[in-house]
């Protein structure tokens, strides 16, 4: 799982799945981050990826858009925060996890 996700950071492709190739942001005028297809986050479809970080940070559901993980250096979710977490409010964790 952990060297799926190391290709994927790597590639932009998940290792066998079609639904997480990555997208040209030519494909979508003003997009100025890459995107993805949709995936699913909750329950028993949910993404593996998903899956493992909700089991890291123990979230049991993802609730919205706009959540957000911080992730160590060695690719283990550490910390979640809600959609109404600004970047500021991680501003501690992430001197942190960068001391680490």
């Known amino acids: 799982m952990v060297k799926d996700i190391e ?3 790597r590639t932009g ?11 040209s942001k030519y494909e979508h005028p003003g997009a100025t981050f890459d995107l993805f297809d949709k995936v699913r986050v909750n329950g028993p479809q949910a993404h593996p ?4 970080i909700k089991e890291q940070t123990r ?6 858009n706009f959540n957000k993980w911080l992730v ?3 690719g283990i979710a550490r910390y979640y925060y809600g ?15 960068l001391a680490e």
């Open 7 to 9: 290709v994927f950071m």
């Open 49 to 52: 990826i998903f899956r493992l």
């Open 83 to 97: 959609k109404k977490a600004s970047p500021m409010s991680m501003e501690d964790q992430i001197k942190q996890l």
């Open 72 to 74: 160590d250096k060695h």
């Open 59 to 64: 979230v049991s559901a993802v609730k919205g």
């Open 13 to 23: 492709k998940y290792p066998g799945k079609e639904n997480w190739s990555k997208k």
